[in-house]
């Protein structure tokens, strides 16, 4: 079992930046590959942002590449979701999770929701106009 849980969520105006945090517990954080997903209100859940269990390798909905970045820190067993430039449609509920792939390739990250363990409780950001 591999607990989640975000912080950082909150109310801000456009422009504004925000960082999410995801801390997790459970099982070696270096053998977890860590994604963020958002909903908006009567959406799908979408992929955001994906590091590799290795920290090398990241990847980007094109919707909020060079505005987001995600990153990790192995020795907090943290990942993080720096936003930028935050507009209006980027308000929804932010999900982590991860993917338990120690027998992976440490380089591989993951965007599809489905390839996914566990899930975090989602923290709500509201962007307003």
């Known amino acids: 079992q591999v607990q989640l849980v975000e912080s950082g969520g909150g109310l801000v105006q456009a422009g504004d930046s925000l960082r999410l945090s995801c801390a997790a517990s459970?099982?070696?954080?270096?053998?977890?590959?860590m994604g963020w997903f958002r909903q908006a209100p009567g959406k799908a859940r979408e992929f955001v942002a994906a590091?590799?269990?290795?920290?090398?390798?990241?990847g980007y909905a094109d919707s909020v590449k060079g505005r987001f970045t995600i990153s990790r820190d192995n020795a907090k067993n943290t990942v993080y979701l720096q936003m930028n430039s935050l507009r209006p449609e980027d308000t929804a509920v932010y999900y982590c999770?991860?993917?338990?792939?120690?027998?992976?390739?440490?380089?591989?990250?993951?965007?599809?929701?489905?390839?996914?363990?566990?899930w975090g409780q989602g923290t709500q950001v509201t962007v307003s106009s």
């Open positions: 999770a991860t993917k338990v792939s120690a027998a992976l390739p440490a380089r591989l990250y993951y965007s599809q929701p489905t390839m996914y363990d566990y």
């Open positions: 459970g099982r070696t954080f270096s053998t977890l590959a």
């Open positions: 590091i590799s269990r290795s920290g090398g390798n990241t």
